[in-house]
């Protein structure tokens, strides 16, 4: 079937699996993920880690993107989330954080209990050797209503806390980034949280820091059907039975 013929949401999946009617969890999408879904894994750019830190320095986090395949899972990951427990929020409470209350404990980064890190539960497609990482708070961090970002008050709390709890750690500290979502890209908003990205951290940290947690993204990989797994061709992916306009 050539590529012209198709609708967005049926790009990077086997034939058997096209439909004539876009499912619920892809209607009402942004024009830009609609973009990134309608495209083929196999022409999709991997962002390396000097795209990661330019993305972060001019603080152009919008341009962050998902493998479509990844995407469009994302997307009705959140679909059956809102559906199935009310609200991403209330999800990230029950199943990932298990906090009962999320009133503080103590003033920022003072006590432990008030934090959590965890995977990314959907990375972005970036260079697989990035470990996407984020800081969940019961304190708030606070923002600038006018421009979209936190106060310095707040940027240099959040320094000193991944400076003290990922660069002290790393064999190089210019492998660590971070950055806070602006408030219009957030999928959580109830519950405050920030992004760490680590280029080639040793991944028994990780896994102690994180208390040996693993993203949904993978969890759910390994019930995905035979027919719909990706063969990996170093940066390009094709879909088994599918079709691809890329090499």
């Known amino acids: 079937m050539p590529s012209e013929a198709l609708q ?7 034939a058997g699996k096209h439909t ?7 209607l009402n999408l942004s024009d830009k993920d609609r973009r990134l879904i309608g495209s083929w894994d196999c022409d999709y750019k991997v962002q390396d880690w000097a795209t990661v830190q330019e993305l ?8 962050f993107q998902r493998v479509p395949s990844e995407l469009r899972r994302y997307r009705e990951l959140i679909f059956n989330i809102v559906r199935d427990y009310g609200s991403v929020m209330k999800f990230v409470l029950r199943t990932r954080l298990y906090w009962v209350s999320i009133v503080a404990a103590g003033k920022p980064f003072e006590d432990a209990s008030d934090i959590k ?3 990314n539960d959907w990375p972005y497609g970036v260079d697989p050797r990035i470990v996407h990482l984020v800081v969940w708070t019961k304190f708030d961090l606070e923002d600038d209503p006018e421009l979209d970002d936190l106060t310095p008050a707040a940027r240099q709390s959040i320094e000193d806390y991944v400076d003290a709890t990922f660069k002290a750690h790393m064999r190089d500290p210019s492998h660590v980034v971070w950055f806070k979502n602006w408030r ?6 109830a519950v405050e949280h920030f992004h760490v990205m680590l280029f080639e951290p040793d991944l028994k940290f990780v896994e102690d820091i994180t208390g040996g947690d693993v993203p949904l993204s993978v969890k759910l990989k390994n019930e995905k059907p035979d027919s719909e797994k990706s063969i990996d061709l170093g940066e390009k992916k094709v879909q088994e039975n599918g079709y691809c306009s890329g090499p």
């Open 117 to 119: 890190i965890l995977y």
């Open 56 to 63: 972060v320095k001019t603080n152009r986090i919008d341009l």
């Open 20 to 26: 004539a009617r876009c499912p619920d969890f892809l």
């Open 8 to 14: 967005y949401w049926n790009y990077n999946l086997p």
């Open 184 to 189: 219009s890209l957030k999928s959580v908003h």
